[in-house]
């Protein structure tokens, strides 16, 4: 069962947001990010009210912001009833409990946040004890600041030898406990996945991959003509689901794993592993990209680099660009002489770019209107039909 403080934590007050970028970076981008931060804040049931972006070289390492900029949120947070304030990157245990000094108000981190997407969105057992291990493992080096917000509140002197110092190894010894707890568990289930995984029989393995609330569950449901949850939210699905899919007469496994994401907390990557392995052990990917997302090229990479990390990078791969029907650009004026953007370019011209080296890599759909869906299931085809035959030269009755 999830910890009972996760659940409790939540964050229907109103919000700001808050980050810190480098001199150099561009505003464009980090608004981009703090857009995906709001949907997150959005996904888990929050109202955001305001942005707040500093420039630094790096991050304080006392507070995370400079001290100009904490006076500046004050004195909006205070004149406007903000209840919480979310941080677009992880926030070490020090910087927490002196920001939580500063303003007295919720503060919350990006890992964090996500942390209680998981614990909402976990339906199974599996995906329960995966969240919750990795919320142990992100609450275990943050115990000093709660103690010592409790000995305020109880008028304790908090000095070593105090009863918080005593609480805190005892809150120690308990979590290290759970965490041991759970890994054995999820050893436990572990074994059991990688016997179902052999026991699926020697059928060629195909993955969907991306990032989240790109549409996998949605071409799940279309391929597997089965009824997997989506959801326009992040997140919508935790568990990975299998099923049996033929196309004309090639039969195939195709899995619908968890979504990636900017900045996914490591202790998630570590509690998901079996789950990833999913991608890790699959025979084709089919990483399926939101092309009407403005930064999709950034999320492709943050894919790449998460199958990096999994050591799955070196699959036969398919780029899915979903979502062909809510595509929109600027399109520019012939006498418009400023210079052509990103924003400027028709799907046709991104087809024509960078996109155009993939060959017989990619195709274009509506996985929602079901546009080009024949050309994609005759794609997905004729690479499982080309990965059975190099597997099984001798058994090729099928074909």
């Not at 992100?138 to 105090?162: D, I, S």
């Not at 290290?176 to 016997?195: A, F, G, P």
């Not at 990209?289 to 050591?311: C, M, R």
């Not at 791969?317 to 400027?344: C, G, H, M, Q, W």
Request: aromatic share 8%.
């Amino acid at each position: 069962m999830i910890d009972a403080k996760i659940k409790a934590a939540t964050i229907e007050e109103k919000a700001i947001l808050v980050t810190v970028i480098g001199k150099q970076e561009d505003a464009d981008i980090v608004n981009e990010y703090l857009e995906e931060l709001e949907f997150l804040a959005l996904t888990y049931g929050g109202t955001v009210i305001k942005r707040f972006i500093q420039r630094l070289d790096r991050p304080d390492k006392a507070t995370y912001i400079g001290k100009g900029k904490i006076q500046e949120i004050k004195e909006y947070v205070d004149a406007n009833g903000i209840e919480v304030l979310i941080f677009d990157d992880e926030l070490s245990p020090a910087q927490q409990k002196n920001l939580e000094r500063e303003f007295q108000k919720k503060i919350i981190d990006r890992n964090f946040l996500i942390l209680q997407i998981f614990a909402q969105r976990a339906q199974t057992a599996y995906a329960k004890t995966q969240v919750e291990l990795a919320y142990q493992q992100y609450m275990l080096p943050r115990l000093v600041g709660l103690w010592t917000h409790l000995e305020r509140q109880r008028g304790g002197t908090g000095t070593r030898g105090g009863s918080g110092e005593k609480e805190i190894e005892t809150d120690r010894r308990i979590i290290r406990d759970k965490i041991s707890d759970l890994r054995e568990k999820l050893l436990e289930i572990d074994k059991q996945m990688v016997t179902q995984r052999k026991s699926r029989g020697e059928l060629i393995r195909v993955a969907l991959v991306g990032y989240t609330n790109v549409g996998k569950s949605t071409i799940m449901n279309m391929l597997s003509k089965s009824e997997v949850f989506a959801e326009n939210k992040l997140f919508a699905t935790l568990d990975t689901t299998t099923r049996k899919v033929v196309i004309d007469n090639v039969p195939f496994l195709l899995s619908d794993t968890v979504g990636f994401i900017r900045k996914l907390p490591h202790q998630l990557v570590e509690s998901f592993k079996s789950t990833l392995d999913e991608a890790r052990e699959a025979d084709l990917l089919l990483h399926v990209v939101d092309i009407s997302h403005k930064g999709f090229e950034d999320q492709i990479n943050v894919v790449a680099q998460t199958l990096t990390d999994i050591k799955a990078s070196d699959k036969p791969t398919i780029l899915v660009f979903n979502k062909i029907d809510a595509f929109k650009y600027d399109k520019k004026d012939e006498d418009d002489l400023t210079p052509t953007t990103r924003a400027n370019l028709s799907l046709e011209d991104l087809k024509k770019s960078w996109m155009s080296k993939l060959n017989n890599h990619c195709v274009f759909i509506s996985a929602t209107n079901k546009d080009n869906v024949e050309e994609f299931k005759k794609l997905v085809y004729d690479k499982v039909k080309e990965l059975h035959i190099k597997r099984y030269p001798y058994n090729n009755f099928l074909y």
